[in-house]
Nanobody, 127 residues
Framework: QVQLVESGGGLVRPGGSLKLSCAAS????????MGWFRQAPGKEREAVSCASSSGSSTEYVDSVKGRFTISRDNAKNTLYLQMNSLKPEDTAVYYCAALGFLSLGPGDCSIDGVDYWGQGTQVTVSS
């Protein structure tokens, strides 16, 4: 049974930082590109960042470029998202996802490519 369990969410002030983790079980991360997605209240779920199976290729949505960093430790079967300079508009439920391929090509970092979802972790940016 595949499980993706996110942790590290919480309440943070604007300008602050959080680091999300996603621990995987029931699958081996070496064989999956992985991604972080988020869904704000009243909005559709969107891709935030993805990384190829090796981590050598990454993609970010424009709104988080330069502030968020995706990384992975395949030996620990864990995916991370370091979020710096957080803004109120980053408030959302953040989901970890395993994508159905190894590499990361144009357009691959999308909901359409997701094979498995985590349950989500809430991130709230507010003063």
């Amino acid at each position: 049974q595949v499980q993706l369990v996110e942790s590290g969410g919480g309440l943070v002030r604007p300008g602050g930082s959080l680091k999300l983790s996603c621990a995987a079980s029931g699958l081996t991360l070496d064989y999956y590109a992985m991604g972080w997605f988020r869904q704000a209240p009243g909005k559709e779920r969107e891709a935030v960042s993805c990384a190829s199976s090796s981590g050598s290729s990454t993609e970010y949505v424009d709104s988080v470029k330069g502030r968020f960093t995706i990384s992975r430790d395949n030996a620990k079967n864990t995916l991370y998202l370091q979020m710096n300079s957080l803004k109120p508009e980053d408030t959302a439920v953040y989901y970890c996802a395993a994508l159905g391929f190894l590499s990361l090509g144009p357009g691959d970092c999308s909901i359409d490519g997701v094979d498995y979802w985590g349950q989500g972790t809430q991130v709230t940016v507010s003063s």
